[in-house]
């Protein structure tokens, strides 16, 4: 049986249908705006066409994601997401998308694919981490041009996207949101090369070439291995994984990413903000924003790069469960891992590792990498000695370790 018509008529049957053009009802605070031309708080909404439904379906499709949003032509300058509460909306332009449509129809789908991203991977839109969650849809898009199949290669998506205005290009270092929208691209271009047992990861460059996020330590992380009992009752990777997600939810740790380790992965908590103390600041100031990068390397090589408004201490979780010792893991894969990561890596824990019995030989712990940036230069810089805190200390002050011995 098809899901997807019955999935579409419960939503729509949930849904307002806007018949003639009315104010919104819908709180758009939370939203990403393709390009900065205008944005109401209240945008007049009226019903969609069929040819713009039609196109995203079409992209929902190519990224093997159910519709469960609604699309509503509105006020807005360009294409927008827009999150109110539980619910998701793409709103765009009449005007806007037709015009697209006829210069530059690539253009359209590649920036209905960017903001239905943001829904299908469930982003804040909030602001909070603007930059993550832009880099992550830019991703998104990437991976659905290749599905997509209207151009024949990355360069040339690369030269008809260069026509855009995305709003928020200034955010990111040069030339990382053209890298990022490749590595969308040729993560999905090595699965397909992989199929049907060609030997594509039994060649040591494929596999080097390949985006795959790996987890290597780098500078100087403290490591605490949990006592085996609070994982009492895991019999599989993916249920410690979800005891460490319920005590992540509970104190507010919403983005994370998955690493790739031998047998098993790391977990990392965006950069926030503490006190001496080790409590987490407020509000706004607790969060660090950065580019999703493919590459845990990446991360620290840009939160290196940054200069702060203001002095302060930082901190970073990284959670990994693995029966081997964690060192450098370049091209240990094989090649089911690697195929499992190109689909799903990041965002999830993908199905073939989160499987994998939790059984004596493994260790659940937790890397605690600190970060200060001083009066003097305020450039984040990795604080190794002395620490502000012991490991536990940290996990204690966060939060996190009464929600992982409960
Ligand atoms: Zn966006």
Redesign the pocket.
């Known amino acids: 049986m098809n899901r997807l018509p019955l999935l579409l008529a419960v939503a729509a049957s949930c849904l307002p249908v806007y018949s003639t053009a009315q104010p919104s009802d819908i709180d758009t605070s939370s939203h ?3 390009t900065s031309l205008f944005f109401s708080g209240t945008p007049y909404l009226s019903e969609s066409s069929p040819r713009i439904r039609e196109i995203v379906d079409e992209i929902c499709t190519a990224a093997g994601f159910s519709r469960n949003f609604e699309v509503v032509a509105a006020s807005v300058g360009s294409v927008a ?1 827009v999150k109110d509460g539980p619910r998701y909306y793409l709103l765009y332009s009449r005007y806007y998308t037709r015009t697209l449509l006829e210069r530059n129809p690539v253009l359209l789908y590649a920036i209905l694919a ?2 239905i ?2 829904i299908a991977r469930r982003h804040t ?1 909030d602001g909070r981490f603007r930059l993550s ?2 880099s992550s ?2 991703e998104f898009m990437g991976r659905v041009l290749y599905e997509l199949k209207k151009v024949n290669s990355i360069d040339m998506a690369i030269t008809l996207l260069r026509e855009d205005n995305f ?2 290009a200034p955010l990111y270092p040069p030339g990382a949101r053209e890298r990022i929208i490749r590595n969308g691209w040729n993560s999905i271009d090595g699965l397909v090369r992989s199929e049907g047992n060609l030997g594509y990861f039994e060649n040591e460059a494929n596999l080097e070439n390949l985006t795959l996020p790996v987890f290597e330590i780098k500078g100087c992380p403290r490591f605490y291995d949990f006592p085996r009992s609070y994982f009492q009752g895991c019999k599989t990777l993916k249920e410690a994984d979800h005891l460490i997600c319920r005590a992540l939810d509970n104190m507010g740790y919403e983005q994370r990413r998955y690493y790739s380790l031998p047998n098993g992965f790391a977990l990392l908590t965006p950069v926030e903000q503490i006190n001496a103390e080790g409590i987490a600041l407020q509000g706004q100031e607790r969060w660090q924003d950065y580019p999703s990068s493919n590459d845990f390397d990446g991360i620290l090589n840009y939160l290196r790069s940054l200069v702060l408004p203001k002095p302060g201490y930082f901190r970073l979780f990284a959670f990994a469960i693995t029966d081997q010792p964690v060192k450098s893991t370049g091209g240990q894969f094989d090649k089911k891992q690697a195929r499992d990561w190109l689909e799903n890596g990041g965002f999830w824990l993908p199905e073939l590792i989160g499987n994998k019995a939790f059984d004596s030989g493994y260790h659940a712990g937790v890397f605690v990498y600190e970060f200060e940036a001083p009066q003097t230069t305020k450039k984040l810089s990795e604080r190794c000695y002395p620490s502000l805190l012991s490991v536990e200390g940290h996990l204690d002050r966060s939060g996190i370790l009464q929600y992982i011995k409960k």
Do not use: K, S
Request: net charge negative; proline share 0%.
């Open positions: 990403c705006i393709y997401a960017h903001e991203g943001h839109l969650e832009e849809a830019d709003a928020y």
